[in-house]
């Protein structure tokens, strides 16, 4: 669960990229945040992974108010969320096996527990077969699906993934935005950071616009109704 | 999920030494320089101080009693300069046994047949507790009643004092700027290896890793390469100062400094060195990582 009231993020050098904005995501939701380059988005997901902590208002993530824990409680904050990023971001000496357990291993798994969980991951991402694979041997779509892995091996209540179609063609962007929706559906939160109208208006999810660092539009309908350029 | 992170610390700290062999190779040399130096001076000062000590063992200055004292009256002089805090002890001498000695020293003892012993004194040799402060426990000897005259050869205990302290005063600054060097060349090898790294850094924050977990592989690169390089500067130290010692030993003008042995002495040398590497293997890969974890 998200809930962020009259949040405001003003950088060191005088910029406002997020000027109050307040929303709430329900446990369950799939939502895509859309908006043009340099409104708030990077700035919103780095507020919500504690990456930067907010000027003034307050950010819940997961029942953790990011504006008040200690430093130390931020890795298990994290721990409640999967992030997936346009350029994948996997770990080019490791295989995809271990590229999904190093999510793992990082919070202490055991291998017992690693050697039973990757498989069923990959499986999910339909990577079963491909689990020896280096990343350069793997196709764009197939790389982000390792990244998809990654974010859901530890069973985060919440996935946010920044542009996870920015690099892939139309085909493979409509199976990736599939494979998160099935993901969704089986419980996980759901938030989509996109510029893709077409891939927006195929899916009727929740659209949070966002311009100048407010919300704009925040619609059910399912439709990508704002102009990014 | 609870593990026992410790064995992929140690495996992941010593692939980041082989990935970075160059730079790992620079930061245990420059370990290994800077303890042979720190050690040679460690070393030579405690040779110094060992010497010194001898000296304030063997040294003594010799307190003549007045002529117009008995040899009773004499004899209680010598519980004044007991009294004094620096001395060790007093011994007296009475004349007819300083002309014994005194005979005894010549080549030819008949000589001095017929010598009468009145024309020496009654005297005291006197050892020290600190032959630093000769002059001062001279100037209170000379101030007790009945002491004629004080003879003290204190321009040697001087030379070595001074020697001393401007070798404490040398090897201390010589050793804090040898550990800065080092600290910076080991904190440098890991910057490296962390930025090399840095990807899979922001990885590991990105999925929940803590602090710790992203330090203790580093540390680990750090204190192997600072304890690698104490190792072998520790053996280089010993070999070459048993092979000096030797050379030293072997000169006829030389034996009398009685250095110290390694055996005697590696135990403190040891763990010296092993601390000194540990600190700055530790510390500098420490201070490297700390902006990688900066939230």
Request: glycine share 8%; proline share 2%; with cysteine.
């Given at each position: 669960?998200?809930?962020?009231?009259?949040?405001?993020?003003?950088?060191?050098?005088?910029?406002?990229?997020?000027?109050?904005?307040?929303?709430?995501?329900?446990?369950?939701?799939?939502?895509?945040?859309v908006?043009?380059?340099?409104?708030?988005?990077?700035?919103?997901?780095?507020?919500?992974?504690?990456?930067?902590l907010?000027?003034?208002?307050?950010?819940?993530?997961?029942?953790?108010?990011?504006?008040?824990?200690?430093?130390?409680?931020?890795?298990?904050?994290?721990?409640?969320?999967?992030v997936?990023?346009?350029?994948?971001?996997?770990?080019?000496?490791?295989?995809?096996?271990?590229?999904?357990?190093?999510?793992?291993?990082?919070?202490?798994?055991?291998?017992?527990?690693?050697?039973s969980?990757?498989?069923?991951?990959?499986?999910?991402?339909?990577?079963?077969?491909?689990?020896?694979?280096?990343?350069?041997?793997?196709?764009?779509?197939?790389?982000?699906?390792?990244?998809?892995?990654?974010?859901?091996?530890?069973?985060?209540?919440?996935?946010?993934?920044?542009?996870?179609?920015?690099?892939?063609?139309?085909?493979?962007?409509?199976?990736?935005?599939?494979?998160?929706e099935?993901?969704?559906?089986?419980?996980?939160?759901?938030?989509?950071?996109?510029?893709?109208?077409?891939?927006?208006?195929?899916?009727?999810?929740?659209?949070?616009?966002?311009?100048?660092?407010?919300?704009?539009?925040?619609?059910?309908d399912?439709?990508y109704?704002?102009?990014?350029? | 999920?609870?593990?026992?992170?410790?064995?992929?610390?140690?495996?992941?700290?010593?692939?980041?030494?082989?990935?970075?062999?160059?730079?790992?190779?620079?930061?245990?040399?420059?370990?290994?320089?800077?303890?042979?130096?720190?050690?040679?001076?460690?070393?030579?000062?405690?040779?110094?101080n060992?010497?010194?000590?001898?000296?304030?063992?063997?040294?003594?200055?010799?307190?003549?009693?007045?002529?117009?004292?008995?040899?009773?009256?004499?004899?209680?002089?010598?519980?004044?300069?007991?009294?004094?805090?620096?001395?060790?002890?007093?011994?007296?001498?009475?004349?007819?046994?300083?002309?014994?000695?005194?005979?005894?020293?010549?080549d030819?003892?008949?000589?001095?047949?017929?010598?009468?012993?009145?024309?020496?004194?009654?005297?005291?040799?006197?050892?020290?507790?600190?032959?630093?402060?000769?002059?001062?426990?001279?100037?209170?000897?000379?101030?007790?009643?009945g002491?004629?005259?004080?003879?003290?050869?204190?321009?040697?205990?001087n030379?070595?004092?001074?020697?001393?302290?401007?070798?404490?005063?040398?090897?201390?600054?010589?050793?804090?700027?040898?550990?800065?060097?080092?600290?910076?060349?080991?904190?440098?090898?890991?910057?490296?290896?962390?930025?090399?790294?840095?990807?899979?850094?922001?990885?590991?924050?990105?999925?929940?890793?803590?602090?710790?977990?992203?330090?203790?592989?580093?540390?680990?690169?750090?204190?192997?390469?600072?304890?690698?390089?104490?190792a072998?500067a520790?053996?280089?130290?010993?070999?070459?100062?048993?092979?000096?010692?030797?050379?030293?030993?072997?000169?006829?003008?030389?034996?009398?400094?009685?250095?110290?042995?390694?055996?005697?002495?590696?135990?403190?040398?040891?763990?010296?060195?092993?601390?000194?590497?540990?600190?700055?293997?530790v510390?500098g890969?420490a201070?490297?990582i700390?902006?990688?974890?900066?939230?």
């Open positions: 669960m998200i809930d962020l009231r009259n949040v405001t993020k003003t950088y060191d050098n005088g910029a406002k990229a997020v000027k109050g904005i307040s929303l709430h995501i329900e446990d369950g939701e799939f939502v895509f945040l908006g043009p380059s340099g409104s708030g988005k990077s700035t919103l997901i780095k507020l919500l992974t504690a990456e930067l907010p000027t003034t208002g307050m950010v819940l993530v997961n029942n953790f108010n990011t504006g008040k824990i200690k430093r130390s409680q931020i890795p298990y904050m994290r721990r409640t969320l999967g997936i990023f346009q350029d994948f971001r996997l770990i080019e000496k490791k295989n995809v096996f271990d590229n999904v357990a190093f999510a793992m291993r990082v919070i202490g798994a055991s291998e017992k527990e690693i050697k969980r990757v498989p069923y991951v990959l499986e999910l991402v339909g990577l079963e077969n491909k689990s020896h694979r280096l990343p350069e041997e793997l196709s764009g779509g197939e790389q982000q699906r390792v990244a998809i892995a990654r974010a859901l091996i530890n069973n985060p209540q919440m996935i946010i993934a920044d542009e996870p179609t920015g690099n892939l063609d139309p085909a493979r962007s409509l199976e990736i935005m599939m494979l998160l099935r993901i969704n559906a089986l419980g996980t939160t759901m938030m989509v950071v996109t510029h893709e109208k077409a891939l927006v208006n195929r899916f009727s999810k929740r659209v949070i616009a966002i311009d100048d660092g407010l919300v704009i539009s925040d619609g059910m399912g439709y109704n704002y102009e990014t350029e | 999920m609870k593990r026992n992170n410790f064995g992929y610390y140690i495996r992941e700290g010593n692939k980041g030494i082989f990935v970075h062999g160059f730079m790992s190779f620079a930061a245990i040399c420059a370990i290994i320089a800077c303890l042979l130096i720190m050690g040679s001076f460690v070393l030579i000062t405690l040779n110094l060992n010497i010194i000590s001898d000296l304030e063992r063997e040294s003594e200055i010799l307190v003549y009693i007045d002529d117009n004292l008995s040899e009773a009256e004499a004899k209680s002089v010598g519980s004044n300069i007991n009294m004094i805090t620096n001395v060790q002890q007093a011994v007296f001498v009475s004349r007819d046994e300083a002309l014994q000695d005194y005979i005894g020293q010549q030819d003892p008949t000589l001095f047949d017929g010598v009468d012993a009145t024309t020496l004194r009654d005297r005291y040799r006197v050892t020290l507790l600190d032959i630093g402060q000769t002059k001062d426990t001279v100037t209170k000897i000379e101030a007790i009643s002491v004629a005259k004080v003879s003290a050869h204190y321009e040697i205990s030379g070595f004092m001074t020697m001393q302290s401007i070798l404490n005063v040398a090897s201390t600054a010589i050793i804090a700027i040898l550990m800065i060097v080092s600290l910076f060349i080991i904190s440098n090898t890991v910057k490296l290896a962390l930025y090399d790294r840095r990807e899979e850094i922001a990885i590991m924050r990105m999925v929940g890793a803590t602090n710790r977990f992203i330090r203790g592989p580093f540390l680990i690169e750090g204190f192997t390469l600072g304890i690698v390089g104490a072998i520790f053996f280089a130290e010993w070999g070459v100062y048993s092979l000096i010692t030797v050379r030293i030993q072997a000169v006829d003008t030389m034996k009398l400094l009685n250095l110290l042995p390694f055996m005697d002495i590696w135990a403190p040398m040891a763990a010296g060195f092993a601390a000194v590497g540990f600190v700055v293997g510390i890969s201070l490297s700390r902006k990688f974890l900066r939230v």
